[in-house]
């Protein structure tokens, strides 16, 4: 009785192959990684950028509806119930009505430049190489 060996081809990668493509998908991804990381700093920058319009419409509603006038100190805890409930903006400020940016700093509640709200330093220096002080016009630099 004669023995019949299948002799069908097995065909796959070679490891070879399969390496030569793992890099390729490293060098790809480690070219990436930059502009995602640049995209997420600008997109942190743009949600505080929004924080200060709320704050500063917050603030210009409680002026009109109690009759302030220009140069008024805003009290924190005053401005509150013109923050909308639930946003992360109102969900930042704590006990004392102090709302805090992304990363947890405070935000200027002083009246910044002209009466209007200013990022903190330490936020700004963060992301200053993606939001420029341009950017954050019309606020300013908290202590500039």
Avoid at 65 to 85: C, R, T, V
Wanted: net charge negative; aromatic share 10%.
């Amino acid at each position: 009785m004669k023995l019949k060996l299948n002799t069908l081809s097995v065909r796959g990668f070679t490891l070879v192959e399969i390496m030569i493509v793992v890099a390729i998908i490293a060098l790809l991804a480690a070219g990436a990684v930059p502009y995602v990381l640049r995209a997420r700093q600008r997109a942190q920058a743009t949600v505080m950028l929004d924080d200060l319009r709320a704050l500063d419409g917050a603030l210009d509603q409680y002026a009109i509806e109690d009759s302030l006038p220009d140069g008024f100190e805003p009290n924190g805890l005053a401005l509150m119930p013109y923050i909308k409930q639930g946003s992360r903006l109102y969900n930042s400020c704590d006990s004392t009505g102090t709302c805090h940016d992304l990363f947890g700093r405070p935000y200027d509640l002083e009246g910044g430049v002209g009466g209007r709200y200013a990022i903190n330093q330490d936020t700004y220096a963060a992301l200053s190489d993606v939001a420029p002080a341009d950017f954050w016009s019309p606020y300013a630099v908290d202590g500039q």
